[in-house]
């Protein structure tokens, strides 16, 4: 019997932005649209994806016109009252089934300074289960998952939806019990999976930006 979770040799994996948070530690509205060092987020974001995965979305909640510029589909959550990131997980996985897509990628739209090996890397890791995290050691070695960044087989959409309809917030939770494999990426010169949750985080960011 075929793997239904494994990888099929299609060149490119569709990836969705995660931009649907709440952004209550900036005082509400798009993390995306920040400015660092002149850029907005979303656009570094873009640029550092589009040569790793083809074609991308966008998960946003609200008034999608805010994003139209980008030429991209907009993915609203179909999980109410703001289920957190694994609502934006579910769609992606519905807009890359739709497509005919066995797997969807995510990255968080706050976070500007992901590998650009993040795609290939997740794929491998992800060889057993069709299901992969980012990880990255901080100051003492300690590895630390980034949920927000995995690669995700379409084939588990429909138990992810009934989870998410259950209660089901915590995205470790749910990788966990499917297997999930883990990508671990070097903190040098910094963790590539900083984000941006404070305006101080933005001052820092231009700082780091000049180590790259």
């Given amino acids: 019997m075929s793997n239904p979770y ?3 040799d299609h060149p490119h994996t569709p990836a969705v932005i995660l931009a649907g948070g709440l952004a209550t530690r900036m005082g ?6 920040l400015l660092v060092s002149g850029e907005r987020l979303i656009d570094i974001v873009i640029a550092r994806l589009a040569p790793q995965c083809q074609p ?3 998960n946003a909640n609200g008034d999608p016109e805010r994003f139209t510029e980008f030429g991209l589909p907009i993915l609203a959550d179909q999980i109410a009252d703001y289920a957190g990131p694994l609502a934006g997980v579910l769609a992606g996985m519905d807009w890359a089934a739709s497509l005919g897509a066995d797997h969807v990628l995510t990255v968080a739209a706050d976070t500007p300074f992901f590998p650009t090996d993040l795609a290939l890397k997740l794929r491998q890791a992800g060889q057993e289960t069709g299901l992969a995290l980012a ?3 901080d100051a003492e070695g300690k590895i630390w998952q980034h949920p927000t960044f ?3 087989p379409t084939a588990l959409r429909d138990d992810l939806r009934a989870a998410l309809n259950l209660g089901l917030r915590k ?5 966990q019990k499917h297997g999930a494999g883990q990508a671990v990426f070097s903190n040098d010169p910094f963790d590539p999976f900083f984000n941006i949750n404070s305006p101080e985080d933005v001052i820092t960011a231009e700082k780091l930006a000049t180590l790259i």
């Avoid at 509400?28 to 649209?33: P, Q, R, S, T, V």
């Avoid at 995205?171 to 990788?175: A, G, M, N, Y």
């Fill in 56 to 58: 991308l979305a966008i």
């Fill in 28 to 33: 509400g509205g798009d993390k995306g649209l």
């Fill in 171 to 175: 995205i470790v939770l749910w990788t």
């Fill in 150 to 152: 995995g690669i995700w």
């Fill in 6 to 8: 494994a990888f099929t």
């Fill in 135 to 137: 990880a990255s050691p």
